[in-house]
């Protein structure tokens, strides 16, 4: 579909999905085309990133690291590259949020473009 849609002269920068469609394939594929990725994250423990030399899913990353104090939206974030199978890396910042429905839970975002500080990436996957 996105070859479509640039073969139609569509310009675009930016891919924004859902969790559902969050898989490091499809995102890395995307990012060869160009495009860079805004996505909610699965905190499913079969999926791992590569997070300081070690493979690790969502909820051991969020663990280990440094959680903001008090009622921040932004709880905390990391930088990270993504591989895939055949050696393909892609710099990305993962940002852990605060979900608004449950404030004891976190939401993952994963974006793709490292010009955008923590705040701009909620306020940007949130207005889709």
Known sequence: ??????????????VLFDS?????AAIIKICKTNLKVIAM??????INYTFNDEKKSLREIYRT???????AKCLTSVMLELHDKEGNLVPARIVFACDRRNRS???????????????????LYDKH
């Open 65 to 71: 690291i440094r959680k903001r104090r008090g009622r």
């Open 1 to 14: 579909m996105l070859k479509q849609v640039m073969a139609a002269g569509i310009k675009v920068k930016y």
């Open 41 to 46: 994250l699965r905190g499913t423990p079969k």
């Open 105 to 123: 839970k976190w939401l993952a975002l994963i974006l793709t473009d490292m010009a955008f500080t923590e705040i701009e990436i909620i306020r």
């Open 20 to 24: 559902w469609f969050s898989f490091l």
